[in-house]
Every structure is written in structure tokens, then in C-alpha cells.
């Protein structure tokens, strides 16, 4: 059975789904077929449902092939890269999973600092990747997140201050639309396309390759990282803001509500500088004279291990719950009851985030892409895990 896009149950032809196997590369499961449980799971563990096909894509011919039997069935189609949509856009009940997964291809173009990725892709291989050529494109602050959805939506990171968002050098893509046609986005061709996919999120076709220009990035940056008895916020995140708003962007910041290992609710600053080690520490020593800190810690890593430092912090699987905002500026009266709920989260694995989004994320006019939340520098995200 499956359910048309107005909600009605149908049971398919068993010749058309023939049909339609013979004509893929990609593999079909159905409810009961061997994988079908594996190939159903999102991120988000309590995103349980049971699609009617998961199609695992290998070429663009499976692309248009899905997109063109999701059409003539009139089947809710639900396109996946890495999964890791919060709310679960990537998996419907009774409808067709376009896994893109297997489509891992992966182009590096060193001299003209160019990467094209495939849509299967997440951001360590991706990472992995380019900083082999000592490059890389604003990515995620957790490795395994899909690039795919993450580049359409936008996509911040520890980069961003810097380089601005991974959508400003995203040169352009090559996306399957509904009527199945295949269109190159780009400054030159179909420029509304270009315009709407940078931060229309998967919204105008299926996005089967990226174009990305990198820029100089790595091999190592220093990470600092302090927490402040989580009563301190009110007082310690603005003043942190002051600080961080006279930094260079060479410094970028996420300032969190978490729980440290002791048990000990706290807010906590995890600052990152792509400066030299020397500057870096420098920079670092301005926010040490806020207070007296609980936890306090400073590495110089390669970038990749940055880029993987928070993996377990949001492991596949759990159970995850979030609500996310934009702000201008960390106000006490705002900071004083955010810190106050989450004093009652029930569970110390939860996180409130702010990430940092001004210098080169600002410099970009609101209305040159879809993404237009250019101006509001704290991007908060609560998270019940
Ligand atoms: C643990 C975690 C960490 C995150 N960290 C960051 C961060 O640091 N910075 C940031 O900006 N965001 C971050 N996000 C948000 C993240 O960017 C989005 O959830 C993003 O959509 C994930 O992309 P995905 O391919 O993994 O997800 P999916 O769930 O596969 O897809 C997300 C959406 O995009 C659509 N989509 C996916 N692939 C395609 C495609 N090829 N063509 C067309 N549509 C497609 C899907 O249908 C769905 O609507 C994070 C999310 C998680 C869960």
C-alpha cells in the first residue's frame, strides 16, 4: 500500500513496480524486504516511519525514473541526502524514499579550487577531501550531517564568520525538477533556480551535484573552549558578545547550555580561531577574564578533527526534539529565562546553541538568495536530546 498526494491508501500494480525495478540501477525495498528496517531510519530516532519504496538512487537516470513514477502514481515522494532533517522531511509514511546515498561521486579541481560533490555525500568525506589540497567550503559543525540538505538550507559553520555561508559559494548544482527535466543552476543558466535553491532548502527539485568553490583552510586551528557556572549566563554571554563583536572573523564562536560530565549545568563558550597560534591565544586570553570557569581547555587540532570534535554530541539515533530562532543581540532578558528552563530540561544531554553569524555572513544582501536571515547574528537552536 501507498498514500497518494491526497492522502488516500492505494495498493500499487505489481507489474508497474516490476517495471520500474528493471528499469533502476538503484535498489527497491519494500515492508518486508531484507534492509528495509536500516534503509527506513533517519537521524532523529523518534522519526518512525514506514515509506512504501525506498529507492536508493545511482545515477541521474534513477533520479528522473523516481521523480517520473512518484508523478504517474501520484505517490508523496521524500528526497534524502544525509537524513538528518530534525523534523523528518526526509521520510514519509506510505510514500517513496528517494535515497541518494550511493551517490558519492566526488570531483576535486586543486588549482581552480573547485569541489563537485554528489548528494550522497556527508561533510567528513567532504572534508576529508579537500583539505588533502588544504581547502574547504564552510561546513557542518557535525561531521556527519548530509551535505546535500545542509548546502540547500543554507548551511553555517565554524567557517562562517570568515567565509560566509556554504550556500555564498555555492557556484552552482544540477537538480532534477517535477516534470523530471534536468537543469543546471547557475549565475549563467536558469538564475531564478540558482536564486531559490540557495536557501530554499529542498524545495524546487532534487539536487543530484554541487558545484562549491573552496578557499585556503587548515590544516590546523586552535579551539578554546571554557564553561561558567550556568548562573553566570546573564552576565557572561554579553560580555562575551562585546568581546567577540571587536574580534577579527578569523574568530568564530558557539556559545552553549549544557551539562558538563560533573553533572553541572553551565554555559559554556566554544571559540574557534583559523589565525596563527600565537594570535589565536590572544584573542583567546580577552574571554578568560570574564569570570572563573569550571571547565577550561585549549587545542590546536587539524581542521578535520574540529570538524568531528561534536560528533557524539548528536549521534545517530537518539531522540532528538528541537526549536531553533534567530536573535540580534544576547540580552540578559532573554539569556535569564532560556537558562532558567534549561535548568529543568529532564534530560543533561540537552543543549541550547547560539552560533555566531555576522562578518562575511552580513556582507551578502538579504535578497540575493533565498536564505534571507543575513542580519540577526545569534542563530539559536534548543534541543531536547
Ligand atoms: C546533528 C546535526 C547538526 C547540524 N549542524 C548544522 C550546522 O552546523 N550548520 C547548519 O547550517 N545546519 C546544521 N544542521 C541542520 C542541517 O543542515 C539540516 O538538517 C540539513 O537539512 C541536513 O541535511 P541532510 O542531507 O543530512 O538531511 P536530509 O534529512 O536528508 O534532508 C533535509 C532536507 O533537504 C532535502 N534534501 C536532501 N537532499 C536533497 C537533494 N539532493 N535535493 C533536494 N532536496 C534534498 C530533504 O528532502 C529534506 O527536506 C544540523 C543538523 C543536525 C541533525
Not at 563537485?116 to 557535525?142: E, F, K, N, S
Not at 527535466?181 to 539536487?207: M, Q
Not at 587539524?302 to 544576547?330: C, H
Amino acid at each position: 500500500m501507498f498514500r497518494t498526494w491526497h492522502g488516500e491508501e492505494r495498493a500499487l500494480d505489481p507489474g508497474a513496480l516490476d517495471a520500474f525495478r528493471t528499469a533502476l540501477q538503484g535498489e527497491v525495498r519494500t515492508p518486508g524486504d531484507a534492509g528495509y528496517d536500516e534503509a527506513r531510519a533517519v537521524w532523529n530516532g523518534t522519526i518512525d516511519r514506514h515509506p512504501a519504496l525506498i529507492v536508493s538512487a545511482q545515477t541521474v537516470e534513477d533520479v528522473q525514473q523516481v521523480v517520473a513514477f512518484a508523478q504517474q502514481h501520484e505517490i508523496r515522494l521524500a528526497v534524502r541526502g544525509g537524513g538528518h532533517n530534525f523534523a523528518g522531511h526526509s521520510t514519509y509514511d506510505g510514500g517513496i524514499v528517494l535515497d541518494l546515498s550511493p551517490m558519492r561521486q566526488l570531483q576535486i579541481d586543486p588549482a581552480r579550487c573547485l569541489a563537485v560533490p554528489g548528494p550522497g555525500l556527508c561533510w567528513a568525506d567532504l572534508d576529508a577531501a579537500t583539505q588533502q589540497h588544504g581547502l574547504a567550503v564552510t561546513g557542518g559543525q557535525i561531521s556527519h550531517t548530509g551535505i546535500a540538505g545542509f548546502t540547500l538550507g543554507g548551511g553555517m559553520g565554524w567557517l562562517a564568520r570568515q567565509l560566509g555561508l556554504t550556500i555564498d559559494h555555492l557556484l552552482a548544482a544540477d537538480i532534477v525538477t517535477a516534470d523530471g527535466t534536468l537543469r543546471r543552476a547557475a549565475p549563467d543558466a536558469d538564475v531564478d533556480l540558482y536564486w531559490a535553491i540557495r536557501g530554499g532548502s529542498g524545495n524546487f527539485g532534487v539536487a543530484t551535484s554541487f558545484t562549491h568553490r573552496l578557499q585556503p583552510a587548515g590544516p590546523e586551528v586552535s579551539v578554546y573552549q571554557l564553561a561558567f557556572p550556568i548562573e553566570a549566563a546573564a552576565p557572561v554571554f554579553p560580555e562575551a558578545e562585546k568581546l567577540l563583536e571587536a574580534s577579527p572573523p578569523s574568530l568564530s564562536a558557539t556559545f552553549v547550555f549544557l551539562t558538563i560530565p560533573e553533572g553541572v549545568p553551565a554555559d559554556a563558550l566554544m571559540l574557534v580561531s583559523t589565525a596563527s597560534s600565537e594570535l589565536a591565544v590572544q584573542s583567546f586570553a580577552r574571554f578568560r577574564r570574564l569570570g572563573t570557569p569550571v571547565f577550561e581547555e585549549t587545542v590546536r587540532v587539524p581542521y578535520t578533527a574540529l570538524q568531528r570534535m561534536l560528533d557524539q554530541v548528536a549521534a545517530p539515533g537518539l531522540r532528538y526534539y528541537g526549536r531553533g530562532n534567530f536573535l540580534d543581540t544576547l540580552d540578559p532578558l532573554v539569556i535569564e529565562p532560556l537558562a532558567s528552563a534549561y535548568l529543568e530540561a529532564p534530560s543533561p544531554q540537552s543543549l541550547v546553541l547560539f552560533v555566531r553569524l555576522d562578518g562575511a555572513v552580513a556582507t551578502v544582501p538579504p535578497a540575493a538568495m533565498a536564505l534571507a536571515h543575513r542580519n540577526r547574528p545569534w542563530a539559536v537552536t534548543a534541543l531536547a536530546i
